[in-house]
């Protein structure tokens, strides 16, 4: 089963007076529990094409199905829901929140749900920050953490809402190799033993070696697939 379908999506953007084809007629199925790369040079349009599979960015044309739902046709509120409840993001930055510890940080976005309480939430948010090999370090902050942690923490961020799909932006660009190599052995992991499908945007060659599919573009379209 399908956990994303995308036909003949179009994603444009006005700089200034000039209109940019950020992404050009994508067709594109993701499977359930796949372990996918996007890859590509910069501007390859790979990191918009995440940004509106994942709600972030908004359609030019197109369809785009993320858990049955097309997120074209959603309202600002629905949008918001799939976001929170089905969704969970690894950014490049890490996008933690600087006053927050390690395990207020993990467990925030469970704090956004009306349906769970704060004992489940900091309950499930422990058992992520021991998966990631975080439970010596929950109440340091994120600038008391290495890059590798603090990627970490964005991890199990994004995991502790139980969604169905995690997307990833570039999520090693800013930890050396070795670092790099620990984090994708943990993702790749979790992709293993949960079920949870990844996707990432890359130009890491290092990402390549773990993802089970790879999928390349070029100036907003889809080139190659292997």
Excluded: W
């Excluded at 999506?9 to 993701?30: C, H, P």
């Excluded at 996008?95 to 004992?119: A, C, Q």
């Excluded at 422990?126 to 970490?152: F, I, T």
């Excluded at 169905?164 to 670092?179: F, G, R």
């Amino acid at each position: 089963m399908n956990i994303v379908e995308i036909r003949d999506l179009v994603k444009n953007y006005a700089l200034g007076s000039t209109l940019v084809q950020a992404v050009r007629g994508v067709d594109l199925a993701i499977a359930e529990g796949e372990f996918l790369s996007i890859v590509g040079p910069s501007g390859s349009g790979k990191t918009t094409l995440l940004n509106v599979i994942g709600c972030i960015d908004q359609a030019t044309s197109g369809s785009v199905l993320v858990a049955g739902q097309d997120v074209t046709t959603l309202h600002d509120r629905d949008r918001t829901n799939l976001r929170l409840h089905r969704i969970g993001f690894i950014f490049q930055s890490f996008n933690l929140i600087p006053v927050l510890d390690v395990i207020e940080n993990i467990e925030f976005p469970l704090l956004l749900m009306k349906n769970v309480s704060r004992k489940d939430a900091r309950s499930r948010a422990m058992e992520l920050a021991d998966a990631v090999g975080l439970s010596e370090h929950l109440k340091h902050r994120p600038g008391e953490l290495s890059g590798g942690q603090r990627q970490r923490v964005a991890i199990a961020r994004a995991l502790v809402t139980k969604p169905d799909l995690v997307l990833a932006d570039e999520p090693t660009a800013n930890l050396d190799s070795v670092t790099g190599e620990q984090i994708l052995q943990l993702m790749a992991g979790l992709n293993r033993d949960r079920g949870t499908t990844f996707v990432f945007s890359t130009h890491d060659p290092q990402v390549l070696t773990y993802a089970r599919r790879v999928v390349r573009m070029h100036d907003g379209r889809l080139v190659s697939e292997a």
